[in-house]
């Protein structure tokens, strides 16, 4: 039995508070660990008065994490500081992706900041130097880019771009996938926390569950839904204009599987005249410790790429880069501004990215740490009844609890467990799938072995404490 796919037995039950009817409820993206505002008693005083200040000004849309909210002052490469001095160690945050507040990125962007940031309506030698950079990282056939502030604008401009290319107005996207916060990109989100009525142009599959699907079967099964789904859309008669995947499926329960499986499904779209457009706000840029890219783990070329601010570490940017074909219509009658996106601030922390993955080879370091993590992960599974499934590619791992007797029910409540225990044992995880039964653990990428170690340490002797 592989570390993919670990069948093992149910951990206890939570004190959190997750209510049973939700138990294996599908759960929206926002209410993933997320602190009950109303529940502010017995916090620090001080972190309450924070909570109180946050509920008064942002009203009812906010959201935190953990069952005792942390009060952060300051980051540093792997680990957040809180206001009281604790140190945590972060293994949740992808955002910063080559570290908090890294020094390289730090000094360049003061350096641009001191000498220009505008718009993007002038010439910047240092933007066109970065583009051709990034491209080259890209399959040769991917060789356009248009610059944006977020991966929501990246997944919203592609679809506008989609649409442009093949004159259709059908998405296919995974019945939890998440891409971001536009109108548009809501719409093809079902994570969402959105209850507006979703377009009818809108089709879900089921993800790719490696967990529950013999793994020589993921791919066909992926395939035959996808053009089940082709099908409905012609009985409808609309129009195919693209599949949108995280090839990672992070929000669906992270499902890497093996490299390739995806193809059969991709061919499908393609022959019915959609592209593909891979989402890789979370599987790029070394995330997967194997490619640059998560879609090239398939063997796969995109039509078109969407990115967000994990390409400047956290500073706003993000793009699209797509086939020359597929980005010309749109560039002809449509076309697209974006005052700041691209400006030479962000383009500077976007370079000093690249250079920190490239000069501190970070896709050799995150392939061996995310091999050890799996790894140690996967030997706290066979001592931990709770622990049913494990799987990872490079720094994106998950940990999945559900009950043994049936073997596919999830456990959400041992999940949220153990997240709000291990941030009270200072470090920093989430939840994703639809039940939250799934720890979802995806560290800056400096992050070591030795890193990985505490994480398992903590974690092998947690789950001892709440065996029955």
Request: proline fraction near 6%; include cysteine; hydrophobic fraction near 40%.
């Amino acid at each position: 039995m592989t570390a993919d796919c670990f069948r093992l037995g149910q951990g206890p039950k939570s004190a959190y508070g997750i209510a049973p009817e939700i138990m294996t409820a599908k759960r929206k993206i926002l209410e993933l660990n997320a602190f009950d505002m109303d529940a502010a008693d017995g916090l620090d005083p001080g972190v309450a008065a924070l909570v109180a200040r946050r509920k008064r000004v942002f009203g009812p849309a906010s959201m935190l994490f953990y069952a005792r909210p942390l009060n952060l002052v300051r980051g540093e490469d792997v680990w957040l500081i809180g206001a009281d001095g604790t140190r945590y160690l972060d293994a949740y945050n992808n955002v910063a992706s080559v570290g908090h507040c890294h020094p390289r990125v730090v000094a360049a962007v003061s350096r641009q900041m001191a000498t220009l940031n505008t718009h993007t309506r002038y010439l910047s030698e240092i933007v066109y130097t970065y583009a051709e950079r990034l491209l080259a990282t890209f399959p040769r056939e991917v060789s356009n880019i248009v610059f944006t502030c977020t991966g929501s604008e990246s997944v919203d401009l592609s679809l506008r771009i989609a649409r442009a290319a093949t004159g259709g107005t059908g998405f296919i996207v995974t019945s939890n996938a998440y891409h971001g916060n536009t109108l548009a990109v809501n719409d093809i989100s079902p994570a969402s926390a959105s209850t507006e009525p979703r377009s009818p142009n809108v089709f879900i599959v089921p993800a790719p569950d490696t967990y529950r699907t013999a793994s020589k079967d993921v791919g066909p099964t992926f395939a035959a839904d996808v053009k089940k789904a082709i099908a409905a859309m012609k009985r409808k008669k609309i129009r195919l204009a693209g599949l949108v995947a995280d090839s990672l499926f992070s929000s669906d329960g992270i499902y890497p599987g093996k490299p390739g499986f995806m193809a059969e499904a991709i061919a499908h779209v393609r022959k019915a005249g959609g592209l593909f457009i891979a989402d890789e706000v979370q599987p790029g840029f070394a995330r997967t410790g194997e490619t640059m890219w998560g879609f090239a783990r398939h063997g796969l070329v995109p039509d078109m790429v969407a990115m967000g601010k994990p390409m400047g570490n956290g500073v706003p940017i993000g793009a699209v880069v797509g086939r020359e074909e597929v980005m010309a219509t749109f560039g002809r009658d449509i076309r697209y501004f974006n005052t700041f996106g691209g400006n030479p601030v962000s383009i500077a922390a976007a370079t000093a990215v690249l250079d920190v993955i490239e000069s501190d080879q970070l896709l050799d370091s995150v392939s061996r740490t995310g091999q050890a993590l799996i790894e140690g992960l996967g030997e706290l599974a066979k001592r931990h009844s709770g622990i049913s499934g494990v799987r990872g590619c490079g720094l994106f791992t998950a940990v999945e609890f559900v009950d043994p007797e049936d073997g596919t029910t999830p456990d959400a409540a041992t999940a949220t467990q153990v997240v709000n225990e291990l941030r009270d044992r200072r470090i920093l995880i989430s939840a994703s799938g639809p039940a939250e039964n799934v720890l979802k653990i995806r560290p800056p990428l400096p992050f070591t072995a030795e890193h990985a170690t505490r994480l398992l340490s903590e974690l092998d002797d947690l789950l001892a404490r709440l065996a029955p």
